[in-house]
């Protein structure tokens, strides 16, 4: 079963960059047809995808959030990264990894953005 899980700091003051780790189990991400997500949801309110990254590792954004996410991957350790600059209070969500398109979610990290 295709395990993920997200690893990050809780915590990223305002204007900085957030950085959090996806670590994928019993696939390997580069493995045909299996695209890696990041989607977050703020408190009260809807899922918002924020970006992938394929198995080729080509990467897609929301436009929404302008040029501000930046996914990578280690394919040696079987990780794919999201970094989100200048971040503001509004960042401020429970950010998930994920393979869409095969139905496996992480379990969620709380990310505050706060000075």
């Known amino acids: 079963q295709v395990q993920l899980q997200e690893s990050g700091p809780g915590l990223v003051k305002p204007s900085q960059t957030l950085s959090l780790t996806c670590t994928v189990s019993?696939?390997?991400?580069?493995?045909?047809?299996?695209?890696w997500s990041w989607i977050r949801q703020a408190s009260g309110k809807g899922l918002e995808w924020i970006g992938r990254i394929d198995s080729s590792g080509n990467t897609y954004y929301s436009p929404s959030l302008k040029s501000r996410p930046s996914i990578s991957r280690d394919t040696s350790e079987n990780q794919f990264t999201l970094q989100l600059s200048s971040v503001t209070p509004e960042d401020t969500a429970v950010y998930y990894c994920a393979s869409l398109s095969g139905g496996h979610w992480g379990q969620g990290t709380q990310v505050t953005v706060s000075s």
């Open positions: 019993n696939v390997s991400i580069t493995t045909n047809d299996y695209h």
